[in-house]
Structure formats: structure tokens, C-alpha cells
């Protein structure tokens, strides 16, 4: 079964799927959040069209492995997630996602303005291949 990557922020949720083996993840695209009641509701049918089992968030924890104000918010974001869809929600830990999403795209020489529209993606597929290693599926 597929998973869903998602990284969470405050103006968009970069997206991104596994394969069906749970091998690879692929970037999809970087939501523009409308509100939690139609951002759960897209997610939710996007988990339903794409066969997925379970929800991979990157949870936002400080450097020195703390959580913050924005981990709370994501966690409050995932719970209503999983009360809504009935899917399970995992969280992986995502410090220096950004910085690597980051890097990746200045190294393959991309655009400022390209950079914005896809580093949320980029982000969420890093979020879900860390989780995807990291458990072997």
C-alpha cells in the first residue's frame, strides 16, 4: 500500500507518494492551504484515489529534539486528520528537510521563483523517504 508524505506549514502542505512497495517516494505537489476543513478533506481523497494506508507527517522538532509551538500545531493538524479520514498518521521527524530540499534544487541550478512553487514537495519527499528507510516499506 501507498503512503502519503505531507509537510505541514502554515501556507502550504508539501505532498508527496510512495510506490506500491513502499520503495520510493515521489514528490507531488505543494498545496495552498484553504482551511483544516477543506485541507483534510483533499488529503482524505487524495489517500482514498491513491490506495494509501497511512499518512506520513513531518513533525517540526527543534535542534536539540524538543517541540515547539509549530510541532503542536502540526500534531493538533494530524489528529483531525486521522479523526476525519480514519487513517493512521505517523510522524517522522523533519529537521533539515527544508535545508535539504533546499540544497537539492540549488544544485540542479533551479530558479528562485521555481524553488518556492516545489521545495514544499521536495520537502515532503524527503520527510517520506527518511520514514520509507527507516521501516523498510
Not at 485541507?39 to 507527517?57: G, M, Q
Not at 521527524?93 to 512553487?117: F, G, N, P, Q, W
Amino acid at each position: 500500500m501507498k503512503k502519503i508524505g505531507l509537510d505541514v506549514g502554515d501556507v502550504r502542505i508539501g505532498i508527496a507518494v510512495s510506490d506500491m512497495l513502499g520503495i520510493c517516494a515521489n514528490g507531488r505537489e505543494s498545496y495552498r492551504r484553504v482551511n483544516d476543513d477543506v485541507d483534510i478533506k483533499y488529503f482524505t481523497d487524495l489517500a482514498v484515489s491513491e490506495n494509501a494506508d497511512a499518512f506520513v507527517v513531518g513533525l517540526p522538532v527543534n535542534m536539540d529534539g524538543t517541540e515547539g509551538k509549530r510541532a503542536e500545531l502540526t500534531r493538533e493538524f494530524a489528529a483531525k486528520l486521522h479523526d476525519f479520514s480514519g487513517i493512521p498518521v505517523v510522524f517522522q521527524d523533519e529537521r533539515l528537510s527544508t535545508v535539504s530540499a533546499e540544497r537539492a534544487l540549488l544544485e540542479a541550478d533551479m530558479s528562485r521563483k521555481k524553488r518556492k512553487k516545489v521545495i514544499d514537495a521536495v520537502a515532503a519527499c524527503i520527510i517520506l523517504q527518511a520514514y520509507l528507510d527507516k521501516t523498510g516499506r
